[in-house]
Nanobody, 119 residues
């Protein structure tokens, strides 16, 4: 089970930190990934980190502004979002994945948390 928290309303240029708490079969997790979906748009990749806490990877649109990290003492992954822009407005989802022939397969998803950036 994945439970997100930390979304909300913030002004452009501000910061938010999202959390994703994993429980249950965490031993089967290889990567944790943040996705987002804006109204009328397809879901897009934001950032990914290995469950071991290393090897992070970012979409170009958030590189240098967002930081993904993992609490290695527990089972929580964070997404620190800085210098937020209007175009970052979306519902953010975390997902737990395993390697597959086409990249990663995500079998577990959180419920999503709304991030709204205002001008």
């Amino acid at each position: 089970q994945l439970v997100e928290s930390g979304g909300g309303l913030v002004q452009a240029g501000g910061s938010l930190r999202l959390s994703c708490a994993a429980s249950g079969r965490t031993f089967s997790i290889y990567v944790m990934t943040w996705f987002r979906q804006a109204p009328g748009k397809e879901r897009e990749f934001v950032a990914r980190i290995r469950w071991s806490g290393d090897n992070s990877y970012y979409a170009d649109s958030v590189k240098g502004r967002f930081i993904i990290s993992k609490d290695n003492a527990g089972n929580t992954v964070y997404l620190q979002m800085n210098s937020l822009k209007l175009e970052d407005t979306a519902v953010y989802y975390c997902a737990a994945g395993r390697p597959s022939s086409s990249g990663y397969q995500y079998n577990y998803w959180g419920q999503g948390t709304q991030v709204t950036v205002s001008s």
